[in-house]
T-cell receptor, first 111, second 116 residues
Framework: DQQVKQNSPSLSVQEGRISILNCDYTNSMFDYFLWYKKYPAEGPTFLISISSIKDKNEDGRFTVFLNKSAKHLSLHIVPSQPGDSAVYFCAASQGAQKLVFGQGTRLTINP | GAVVSQHPSWVICKSGTSVKIECRSLDFQATTMFWYRQFPKQSLMLMATSNEGSKATYEQGVEKDKFLINHASLTLSTLTVTSAHPEDSSFYIC????????????FGPGTRLLVL
């Protein structure tokens, strides 16, 4: 039972353009959502989070949007930079409970 | 802030031996630590959750006698893979949270285990 899904295994974007990564969830009890960035053979790095009482959170080039009715969240990166090339995981939790991760999306930024 | 370290970063061992992996929160007290494993091209899979001073809670399908977790202090948790076999070869990652809500988990750099 995959409660958090990232349906795009990979995404390729031109440098300077906007990268949009998507994530869907099925558990309506989730109330906290996070995005992590991961390089090969390294642990995930926390990027940005959003609680269910908000629909948008912005931090520099990263913005996370939450659509609770659609059970959908997205991560926008603008402008995209070569260093953004990595695997991005979305994760969700209910309160301070364990995180449930999506499968990840490999983002490649082309020069 | 919120730095988590793991040691060793990689280890090769013979089948049947035990391997201990340490996870430390360097600049904060971790009320809860988590242990994950990741197989190639797959997502992170939670193995267990540990709170300082209490027994770890294992996810379904994870053998508690094989993967021993000790959360001795608010800054240290250890995972011991006992009697390791080649199928235990994987990338093990710990994470830690702090504070009363502790929603955000901060991850260590991971430990790659290869069992020959």
């Amino acid at each position: 039972d995959q409660q958090v899904k990232q349906n795009s295994p990979s995404l390729s974007v031109q440098e300077g353009r906007i990268s949009i990564l998507n994530c869907d969830y099925t558990n309506s009890m989730f109330d906290y959502f996070l995005w992590y960035k991961k390089y090969p053979a390294e642990g995930p790095t926390f990027l940005i989070s959003i609680s269910s009482i908000k629909d948008k959170n912005e931090d520099g080039r990263f913005t996370v949007f939450l659509n609770k009715s659609a059970k959908h969240l997205s991560l926008h990166i603008v402008p995209s930079q070569p260093g953004d090339s990595a695997v991005y995981f979305c994760a969700a939790s209910q309160g301070a409970q364990k995180l449930v991760f999506g499968q990840g999306t490999r983002l490649t930024i082309n020069p | 802030g919120a730095v988590v370290s793991q040691h060793p970063s990689w280890v090769i061992c013979k089948s049947g031996t035990s391997v201990k992996i340490e996870c430390r929160s360097l600049d904060f007290q971790a009320t809860t630590m988590f242990w994950y494993r990741q197989f190639p091209k797959q997502s992170l899979m939670l193995m267990a959750t540990s709170n300082e001073g209490s027994k770890a809670t294992y996810e379904q399908g994870v053998e508690k006698d094989k993967f021993l977790i000790n959360h001795a202090s608010l800054t240290l948790s250890t995972l011991t893979v006992t009697s390791a076999h080649p199928e235990d070869s994987s990338f093990y990652i710990c994470s830690a949270t702090s504070g009363p809500y502790g929603e955000t988990q901060y991850f260590g750099p991971g430990t790659r285990l290869l069992v020959l």
